[in-house]
């Protein structure tokens, strides 16, 4: 069976070789680029705008930047039918397509969190490296802490006022530097699809910016719900551990913590919101006004088969609802947490539309196709292309995150600066 | 250092930076194997394809189908026919069952999922069939999305599909206005029409054109102003497909209908 056959069922004229070659995990790939673009932009607001309520929320969103940013090219490797070639896109890369700058954007990138993030946590790791350094009989497990934590400060130990004010002046800059980087690593994903000049509903130079700012949304949102949940069981621990330790942050401290940073957060993700809802919007208008070719097919797709996709999913349950919950005054963690939860299924419902969207109507505009998302795996291409390979790309983060915050912890840290 | 060295070593650097960059246009390596392959370059094949002939006998995508290893059964193809039915009271049909591989054995139109449309002969306007194949661009988009360089425009003008490169990312399928792309189902690659380019190279023609019993369809070469298909193309009234994607196609066709999708 031919690629994309199993999947796509074709109505009216369609030509023979069309199928939906681009299937669930081209929706996953920018919705997690989004995510770790957006993460890091939130993190920036703290470091380099210095907007100081958020910065609970900055340091969190950093390392979960990180640990994102390993799980964003996973779908596409999933994607490809010869994976193990994907690394031709680094040796031969072939610069007039917009996926061929995907190795030097992505490593660029990597290279500013992972940099910035070891000025963050310097301090931390010579606190931990030192004394093991100094200690006589270690053990085994201390040997293996030392040798990790004493690679980890790259032999600079020195921790004096003067070199701390250094590694701040280094994390603002790598953070206004990682600004533009990710709008970058995400706004290429973009122009990888709206740069097709033969997908009609893709192609406006519109795209780049759309998904800037809905990745931006998407990654406040994550943030929010992560932090949340992170503290849901700070909270629980600490309830537990009151008796025994002092000095201990008490649930009471972290649930007023918890809200203000939320409340503050929000009016950020609010503001990303608006941005991305009256592009997306604009673009819509746009089209419908000047009517060329495609309209005909495009307005039959938006407004006929889509419709429930993009009208009640995206913009009504994705977009308007959180809108509200947002707006509606003394937002409280429970209201937050389904706001947050809304606005990333319609960040991802809006990454399906543009994805499965474009792919919707034949390069005919006479005929469709539909695309039935495999859920039951049969075989290798229906499990990685299907719905637990899509699954298992959205969870990988969090397990991934949890791993990392080991090593970069996100609460209860000395800070470098 | 001060500001006159500033000024002198920036001029210097800037003439430097000139110099090895017209170096490199100097030595731009498509103009050096122009140079090389003179009679190469001689050569631009082109596609004629006489719609008024084609009688939607299919020969040609068998034929196609066999000549490039394309397995039979698999719904996908280099090369179809379509055919479209236009009906007195301004309705449009068309369709392409399996590309055409059987010809048109029903007057049934194919609507997909399984549906089939009934025309009455006497209700029919105008119908006629449509061969289509790779246009072989003059400014391909499939080359320029590549991400790794795997398809390629020959001197020639033919693109080609390099098999043991390719990724599979699907972006140069993405990007064919014209529907021609697919991945091979053996070889899970992208695969295309290259005009029988390991037949055409030794002066063979296509499996398509051989197979056509009509003559609907003639390959030739459009820098050689006494090739057959030269003259007509510069003679006679010709279309191409999808122009406003500026891709510069070359497969002509005569008698092409404003229908045509």
Same mark, same amino acid.
């Given at each position: 069976m031919v690629h994309g056959e199993l999947w796509t069922v074709k109505e009216l004229f369609v030509y023979p070789n069309e199928y939906i070659y681009w299937s669930v995990q081209i929706v996953m790939y920018p919705f997690m680029t989004g995510l770790v673009a957006g993460a890091f932009v939130l993190s920036s607001l703290y470091h380099v705008f210095g907007i100081k309520e958020l910065k609970d929320i900055a340091r969190f969103a950093l390392v979960f930047s990180f640990a994102l940013l390993f799980v964003a090219p996973v779908p596409i490797i999933l994607h490809l039918q010869h994976p193990f070639r994907g690394i031709n896109n680094l040796m031969?890369?072939?610069?007039?397509? *917009?996926? *061929?700058a995907f190795g030097i954007v992505f490593s660029t990138y990597g290279a500013i969190v992972a940099s910035e993030l070891w000025f963050l946590y310097r301090r931390h790791f010579v606190s931990i490296a030192q004394p093991l350094k100094d200690k006589q009989d270690k053990t085994l497990g201390e040997w293996i802490k030392f040798f990790i934590f004493c690679s980890l400060t790259l032999g600079v130990y020195d921790v004096s006022d003067e070199s701390l004010k250094k590694d701040e002046k280094a994390i603002k800059v790598l953070a206004g530097l990682g600004i533009p980087v990710a709008c970058f690593l995400h706004g290429y994903a973009g122009f990888i699809f709206g740069s097709v000049k033969a997908n009609a509903l893709w192609m406006t130079p519109l795209m780049p910016v759309i998904f800037i700012m809905s990745a931006i949304v998407s990654g406040i949102a994550l943030c929010m719900l992560t932090y949340i949940l992170t503290m849901e069981a700070r909270k629980f621990l600490s309830k537990r551990k009151k008796a025994t330790q002092l000095g201990h942050q008490t649930s009471e401290e972290l649930q007023s913590a918890e809200v203000n940073v939320i409340r503050m957060t929000a009016k950020y993700l609010l503001l990303f919101l608006v941005f991305a809802i009256s592009l997306e919007l604009l673009d819509l208008v746009f089209r419908g006004y000047t009517a060329t070719k495609s309209w005909d097919v495009l307005r039959s797709v938006i407004y006929g088969k889509d419709f429930t996709n993009i009208f009640? &999913?995206?913009?009504?349950?994705?977009?308007l609802i959180p809108f509200i919950l947002f707006l &509606?005054?003394? &937002?409280t963690i429970r209201r937050a947490v389904l706001a947050v939860v809304l606005v990333m299924f319609g960040v991802f419902m809006m990454r399906w539309n543009v994805v499965v969207g474009g792919q919707a109507f034949s390069l005919s505009f006479a005929g469709y196709m539909h695309y039935h998302l495999p859920i039951i795996p049969h075989d290798w291409e229906t499990l990685k292309e299907g719905f637990f390979g899509a699954l298992a790309v959205f969870l990988a983060p969090f397990g991934l995150f949890w791993i990392i915050t080991k090593i970069f912890p996100v609460f209860d840290v000395k800070e470098s600066h | 250092m001060n500001r006159r060295d500033f000024l002198k070593n920036t001029v210097k650097g800037v003439a430097g930076l000139g110099i090895s960059a017209a170096a490199i246009e100097f030595l731009n390596p498509k103009d050096i194997l122009a140079n090389i392959n003179k009679d190469t370059a001689k050569v631009r094949w082109a596609f004629l394809v006489n719609t008024y002939k084609c009688v939607g006998c299919g020969f040609c995508v068998k034929a196609c189908k066999q000549e490039n290893e394309i397995p039979y059964d698999a719904n996908v193809t280099r090369t179809w026919v379509e055919r479209y039915v236009i009906t007195k009271d301004g309705k449009r049909y068309a369709d392409t069952p399996k590309g055409a591989r059987d010809g048109f054995i029903t007057t049934k139109i194919e609507m997909g999922k399984d549906k089939f449309q009934e025309v009455k002969d006497e209700d029919i306007q105008k119908a006629f069939f449509v061969p289509k194949l @790779?246009?072989? @661009?003059?400014?391909?988009p499939c080359v320029q999305v590549c991400p790794v360089g795997a398809t390629y425009q020959a001197p020639d003008g033919v693109v080609l599909v390099d098999r043991t490169w390719c990724i599979g990312c699907g972006y140069c399928i993405m990007g064919c206005p014209y529907g021609v792309r697919f991945f091979h189902p053996k070889y899970h690659t992208a695969e295309k029409c290259n005009f029988c380019y390991h037949r055409i190279t030794k002066g063979l023609k296509t499996a398509c054109v051989q197979a056509c019993p009509f003559g609907a369809r003639q390959i030739g070469n459009i820098k050689d102003p006494n090739d057959p298909i030269t003259k007509i193309i510069l003679t006679e009234r010709v279309g191409i497909l999808k122009e406003e994607f500026g891709t510069k196609p070359q497969v002509f066709y005569i008698g092409l209908d404003r229908e045509v999708k």
């Amino acid at each position: 069976m031919v690629h994309g056959e199993l999947w796509t069922v074709k109505e009216l004229f369609v030509y023979p070789n069309e199928y939906i070659y681009w299937s669930v995990q081209i929706v996953m790939y920018p919705f997690m680029t989004g995510l770790v673009a957006g993460a890091f932009v939130l993190s920036s607001l703290y470091h380099v705008f210095g907007i100081k309520e958020l910065k609970d929320i900055a340091r969190f969103a950093l390392v979960f930047s990180f640990a994102l940013l390993f799980v964003a090219p996973v779908p596409i490797i999933l994607h490809l039918q010869h994976p193990f070639r994907g690394i031709n896109n680094l040796m031969t890369p072939h610069f007039t397509s *917009a996926i *061929a700058a995907f190795g030097i954007v992505f490593s660029t990138y990597g290279a500013i969190v992972a940099s910035e993030l070891w000025f963050l946590y310097r301090r931390h790791f010579v606190s931990i490296a030192q004394p093991l350094k100094d200690k006589q009989d270690k053990t085994l497990g201390e040997w293996i802490k030392f040798f990790i934590f004493c690679s980890l400060t790259l032999g600079v130990y020195d921790v004096s006022d003067e070199s701390l004010k250094k590694d701040e002046k280094a994390i603002k800059v790598l953070a206004g530097l990682g600004i533009p980087v990710a709008c970058f690593l995400h706004g290429y994903a973009g122009f990888i699809f709206g740069s097709v000049k033969a997908n009609a509903l893709w192609m406006t130079p519109l795209m780049p910016v759309i998904f800037i700012m809905s990745a931006i949304v998407s990654g406040i949102a994550l943030c929010m719900l992560t932090y949340i949940l992170t503290m849901e069981a700070r909270k629980f621990l600490s309830k537990r551990k009151k008796a025994t330790q002092l000095g201990h942050q008490t649930s009471e401290e972290l649930q007023s913590a918890e809200v203000n940073v939320i409340r503050m957060t929000a009016k950020y993700l609010l503001l990303f919101l608006v941005f991305a809802i009256s592009l997306e919007l604009l673009d819509l208008v746009f089209r419908g006004y000047t009517a060329t070719k495609s309209w005909d097919v495009l307005r039959s797709v938006i407004y006929g088969k889509d419709f429930t996709n993009i009208f009640i &999913l995206q913009y009504t349950i994705g977009n308007l609802i959180p809108f509200i919950l947002f707006l &509606l005054p003394n &937002l409280t963690i429970r209201r937050a947490v389904l706001a947050v939860v809304l606005v990333m299924f319609g960040v991802f419902m809006m990454r399906w539309n543009v994805v499965v969207g474009g792919q919707a109507f034949s390069l005919s505009f006479a005929g469709y196709m539909h695309y039935h998302l495999p859920i039951i795996p049969h075989d290798w291409e229906t499990l990685k292309e299907g719905f637990f390979g899509a699954l298992a790309v959205f969870l990988a983060p969090f397990g991934l995150f949890w791993i990392i915050t080991k090593i970069f912890p996100v609460f209860d840290v000395k800070e470098s600066h | 250092m001060n500001r006159r060295d500033f000024l002198k070593n920036t001029v210097k650097g800037v003439a430097g930076l000139g110099i090895s960059a017209a170096a490199i246009e100097f030595l731009n390596p498509k103009d050096i194997l122009a140079n090389i392959n003179k009679d190469t370059a001689k050569v631009r094949w082109a596609f004629l394809v006489n719609t008024y002939k084609c009688v939607g006998c299919g020969f040609c995508v068998k034929a196609c189908k066999q000549e490039n290893e394309i397995p039979y059964d698999a719904n996908v193809t280099r090369t179809w026919v379509e055919r479209y039915v236009i009906t007195k009271d301004g309705k449009r049909y068309a369709d392409t069952p399996k590309g055409a591989r059987d010809g048109f054995i029903t007057t049934k139109i194919e609507m997909g999922k399984d549906k089939f449309q009934e025309v009455k002969d006497e209700d029919i306007q105008k119908a006629f069939f449509v061969p289509k194949l @790779c246009n072989q @661009c003059e400014n391909p988009p499939c080359v320029q999305v590549c991400p790794v360089g795997a398809t390629y425009q020959a001197p020639d003008g033919v693109v080609l599909v390099d098999r043991t490169w390719c990724i599979g990312c699907g972006y140069c399928i993405m990007g064919c206005p014209y529907g021609v792309r697919f991945f091979h189902p053996k070889y899970h690659t992208a695969e295309k029409c290259n005009f029988c380019y390991h037949r055409i190279t030794k002066g063979l023609k296509t499996a398509c054109v051989q197979a056509c019993p009509f003559g609907a369809r003639q390959i030739g070469n459009i820098k050689d102003p006494n090739d057959p298909i030269t003259k007509i193309i510069l003679t006679e009234r010709v279309g191409i497909l999808k122009e406003e994607f500026g891709t510069k196609p070359q497969v002509f066709y005569i008698g092409l209908d404003r229908e045509v999708k």
